[in-house]
């Protein structure tokens, strides 16, 4: 019995070793090259917009990675928006500010430059809509899907960006203030596009509903436009405002 067991052990191991042996077939294809900021498209990780939807109709966009807490090189959307590239004009873009860690003033930072390897605070685009109901989840992502296009254009990489809508599913009067996830100079650089006169006149503070919009609980949000008002606020505003 223990022969037979043995002859027929042999007889598969023959099998085996009679079979055609397998093509090793090496692949052509090229994996996605490491763009700047150190993010990998395709692979281990990828490239996100990730656009918030807030109060009075403004809408803000940057860009990340599915890593936590890394933020490629943002360079191929901020630039060409921030020079009024003719391809950056259907973004509409009005602002470009930085964004916040949710709730705080304390500024994210971007991934170390690669020049002087200074972190500088993650940049941010900013839109608002003319009717603030417009304001909505699918609206907010065809707006992400421009800002890829208009990324992939400027990239120097094939990068495939991806695009998340945060407050996706959140009611319209339930979206968070302006200055939740941007810095509050930023919030009054909103308002001031969207509410120049009335700031101008002094009107802007009778309407408690619309400051807390923009302001949150933020004491005394009228500080940020005296500095915004004066010669030297007034430069900086012009400089952040896409004309």
């Not at 966009?61 to 191929?76: E, V």
């Not at 500010?97 to 972190?119: C, F, H, R, W, Y």
Request: glycine residues 8%; neutral net charge.
């Amino acid at each position: 019995m223990v022969t037979t067991s043995k002859k027929t052990t042999a007889n598969k191991k023959l099998a085996k070793s009679s079979s055609p042996p397998k093509q090793l077939v090496k692949s052509t294809l090229r994996r996605s090259p490491k763009v700047k900021g150190g993010s990998i498209d395709g692979g281990f990780s990828r490239i996100v917009v990730e656009v918030i939807r807030l109060l009075q109709g403004v809408v803000i966009c940057f860009i990340k990675s599915t890593k936590a807490n890394h933020y490629p090189y943002d360079g191929s959307a901020i630039i060409p928006a921030s020079s009024g590239d003719p391809a950056a004009d259907s973004l509409e873009i009005i602002v470009i500010g930085q964004i916040v860690v949710a709730g705080t003033d304390e500024v994210i930072l971007g991934n170390p430059s690669k020049k002087d390897g200074n972190q500088y605070g993650v940049r941010c685009m900013v839109k608002a809509h003319n009717n603030p109901a417009e304001n909505t989840a699918a609206a907010a992502h065809s707006w992400g899907q421009a800002v890829v296009n208009l990324y992939k254009k400027f990239s120097k990489y094939p990068v495939h960006p991806i695009v998340n809508v945060l407050n996706g599913n959140t009611a319209i009067p339930d979206l968070p203030a302006v200055n939740h996830y941007i810095r509050n100079e930023d919030a009054a650089k909103i308002s001031k596009v969207l509410y120049h006169e009335a700031i101008e006149d002094g009107s802007f503070w009778d309407h408690e509903e619309v400051v807390a919009d923009f302001f949150g609980d933020l004491e005394n949000p009228q500080s940020l436009f005296h500095i915004l008002l004066d010669g030297s606020g007034d430069e900086e505003v012009e400089h952040n405002i896409v004309n």
